[in-house]
């Protein structure tokens, strides 16, 4: 089986957020950045069928130069091969295109991506993937398994889970769940030196229109300061609810 | 030209998200000189929609289509589309009609842009506000195709009544074979309880609660409130509450009209998940905890003293305003 794993390269999530350019690009300036956490997931399911079922694991990233140490790092983890494609993931359509060339040229057999990125937060690139591609797509997955090329896969839906049967070829996009925090991995120095020898080949984009474009951003409007209670006043916390709040 | 809003449901019942889509959707027919139409699938009551200000109903009825099938719908969902010839697309948040949306997106070549948290902003160009960066900030984003796509959160719009009739007309989309090659195992669904995606009110708990056996008094809190139960992550990550319960950046988003957060720190990424949410009240004993300078009310002290007084007063409450 050969799989591959989108990753995102974006903000520790205790990043601080501002931006600069006239409020229209994220300012990096001292943010640290990381494998998007729902790719991580996916990736060290994609790992472990590597070690249980001799499967092969490609990762890919759409985006600069710098993106480079976010891909290196999943080598480290265990991938076998890093692509990056040369361009910056501004649309999700435009990154969708890129990836679709990706497994149309790599044939690969399951592809799985993170539900959404933790900067965008568009939540598109792995369903709009599959639609390019004509896969079947499990979006919101917590659980994969693959037999031959039977899977097995349950997705999370408002109030509960389901489990599916699908085929591969499939396009999931996956989140915590598919395993757990404490079986994430962080990279050993074997792994670390093992990466550096590793292949990390590197793809101009194709053309592709973008279908969206982010115009501006703005940072929420200050909040005022909480209105504290006290412990033995709480019938003034539910009138507050009721006619200030107007919640309950 | 309509604008088609993708009406979802239940067990043949709408959400309400899909009231407040057809409010928004009024809303932007009403600045363009437009319609609204809604597609539903094997919902029933369509006539609901009408008073929201859908004027048509594509009503597609599929015992195919009695379990969900993200390629099949969306299918359906983008005939829809092209039948009415609709520039816009509306989709709410929920779970379902995220899975569709990005794939009715490709088939309509139409940029698409989810998390929308407010009417767009121009409308020529085409332009929307979202949530971005875990909700830490607002991104504008520009739609550039001549057909769109939006998902708008929960809550963004709320639901505005409209006068007027829905028109029903059966719609029978040509589904082909390779629509189904995903098939429904089992599913589970919890029952008889608030969903957090549903909840109007969450009530969540964090390590100040000490254990999972102390979570009884949050659950009377929730009952009386009416509420979905939460955790943060650490409870979630040491076994105490299941995973389906993680509110926050990597866990589910809220955007409940009020937040009560018991025990909870407040931690950045707990706090980015839930501040879509309008109200946020926090109980904890420490009055430095960070979740003090987002909340809207707090109250400093034992939690073990206040939640159980508190579900008293909302008892009380509730019973003399229902």
Redesign the interface.
């Known amino acids: 089986m050969k799989i591959l794993v989108c990753i995102s390269h974006v ?1 520790d ?2 990043a601080k ?1 501002n ?1 600069t350019n006239n409020d229209s690009e ?1 300012d990096t300036n001292g943010v640290q950045f990381v494998i998007n ?2 790719d991580e997931f996916g990736l060290t399911r994609a790992i472990w069928f590597k070690e249980q079922a001799g499967a092969s694991v490609t990762v890919v990233n759409v985006g600069g130069a710098d993106a480079e140490a976010t891909l290196r790092k999943a080598l480290a983890i265990g991938a076998d091969e890093a692509i990056r494609i040369n361009a910056q993931p501004t ?3 435009f990154v ?1 295109k890129q990836l679709a060339e990706v497994v149309k040229n790599g044939g690969y057999d399951l592809v799985i991506a993170g539900k959404e990125s ?11 993937l ?3 591609l004509g896969y ?5 997955c ?1 659980k994969v398994d693959v037999n031959g090329s039977d899977v ?1 896969a349950v997705r ?12 591969l070829p499939l396009v999931i996009a996956g ?3 598919l395993v757990e ?2 079986d994430l991995r962080i990279p050993n120095m074997r792994g670390i030196m093992a990466a550096r020898t590793k292949a990390l080949q590197l793809v101009e984009p194709t053309g592709a229109a ?11 409007a200050p ?1 005022s300061a ?6 033995n006043n ?2 003034e ?2 009138n ?3 006619t200030e ?1 107007k ?2 | 030209m309509s604008i088609l809003i993708y009406a979802e449901s ?1 067990e043949g019942k709408f959400k309400k998200t899909a009231f407040e889509l057809a409010s928004y959707a009024k809303k932007i027919a009403g600045e363009t000189g437009t319609t609204v139409t809604a597609v539903t699938i094997n919902a029933t009551n369509s006539a609901d929609l009408g008073k929201y200000g859908v004027d048509k109903v594509l009503a597609v009825t599929s015992d195919k289509l009695k379990a ?1 099938n ?2 099949a719908y ?1 299918d359906a969902i983008k005939q829809a589309a092209q039948k009415e010839s609709a520039k816009i697309v509306l989709f709410s948040s ?3 009609s ?6 009715v ?3 309509l ?7 929308v948290v407010a009417l767009p902003v121009s409308l020529s160009p085409f ?1 929307v ?1 979202r ?4 909700n ?10 001549d057909v769109k796509v939006l998902a708008i959160g929960k809550n963004s719009f709320g639901l505005v009544e409209a006068s007027g009739a829905a028109v029903e007309e059966a719609f029978s989309p040509s589904l082909n074979d390779n629509d189904f ?10 029952t008889g ?1 608030v ?1 957090i ?2 909840a ?2 969450v009530v969540s708990g964090g390590r100040g609660l000490k254990g999972p056996e102390n979570w009884g008094m949050l659950e009377d809190l929730a009952s009386a ?1 009416g509420a979905a139960t939460a955790c943060s992550k650490p409870v979630s ?1 040491l076994g105490w509450r299941p ?2 319960e ?1 509110v926050g ?3 589910k988003p809220v955007a409940a ?2 937040y009560v957060a018991v025990g909870i720190s407040g931690a ?2 707990h706090i ?1 998940g839930i ?1 879509s949410s ?2 946020k ?2 109980i904890n004993s420490d009055p430095e905890a960070p979740f ?11 939690a073990f ?2 939640v159980p ?2 579900t008293e ?2 008892k009380e ?2 019973a003399h ?1 229902s």
């Open positions: 903000p999530t205790t957020i931006f994220f956490p729902n649309d999700g359509f969708a933790l900067d965008y937060n568009g939540g598109m690139v792995p369903g709009m599959a639609a390019i079947d797509f499990v979006n919101g917590i097995t999370e839906i408002d109030g509960g889970k389901e489990t599916l049967s699908a085929k989140q915590k769940g925090e404490k973008p279908a969206t474009k982010a115009v501006k951003f703005e940072k929420p909040k909480v209105k504290l209670i006290s412990p709480l019938d916390l539910v507050l609810l009721h709040a919640v309950i | 239940a969900f993200a390629k969306a929920n779970t379902d995220l899975h569709i949306a990005p794939l997106a490709v088939g070549e139409a940029g698409y842009a989810s998390n332009q506000k949530n971005a960066f875990s830490k900030a607002f991104n504008v984003t520009e739609i550039t195709t090659t995903v098939t429904v195992q089992s599913s589970e669904k919890v309880k969903t995606a549903d109007e009110v409130f990550d995973h389906s993680h950046q990597t866990g009209n009020l950045i990424q980015a501040n309008k109200v009240v926090v003090f300078k987002v909340a809207d009310y707090g109250v400093v002290g034992d003293d206040i007084k508190l007063k909302i409450f509730k305003n």
